[in-house]
């Protein structure tokens, strides 16, 4: 039996985006970039990673009403693959990560210097989506 399961930190690249599936399912993705280790050299920038999430139901619903442009965010989840050849012949693929748990960072607007309303705020709405699953 072989793990595919994998743990990202980073930050929202862009808004999330929802949709419901025919079976009424609700579907949330978002895009996480995730700094290297590795530190810039010179004047080299920061490299990241950038790794589609995606999230259903609740958890899909509790992502897009938290979650933000710029958001610290820790996912949990299972790598899927998808290959595809189109019509030209030219094969494609494009992994995303399938959410099993996700864990709210700071917000963007907040930062490190947040007012204490601002971070119970923060405390709050993590402990609604804890006790959500």
């Not at 949990?76 to 693929?93: C, H, M, N, P, R």
Request: glycine share 8%; net charge neutral.
């Amino acid at each position: 039996m072989g793990l595919k399961t994998v743990t990202l930190q980073g930050r929202l690249v862009r808004d999330p985006e929802s949709r419901t599936a025919k079976s009424g399912t609700e579907i949330c993705t978002f895009t996480v970039a995730v700094d290297s280790n590795r530190p810039p050299k010179g004047d080299e920038k920061q490299e990241a990673s950038f790794f589609r999430v995606t999230a259903f139901g609740k958890r899909g619903l509790t992502c897009q009403k938290y979650l933000n442009k710029g958001d610290e965010v820790s996912v949990s989840g299972d790598i899927e693959l998808d290959v595809f050849v189109t019509q030209e012949g030219k094969t494609y693929a494009n992994m995303q990560v399938i959410a099993n748990e996700i864990h709210f960072g700071r917000k963007s607007q907040a930062g490190n210097n947040a007012a204490p309303q601002q971070q119970q705020q923060q405390r709050q709405t993590q402990e609604e989506y804890d006790n959500v699953y």
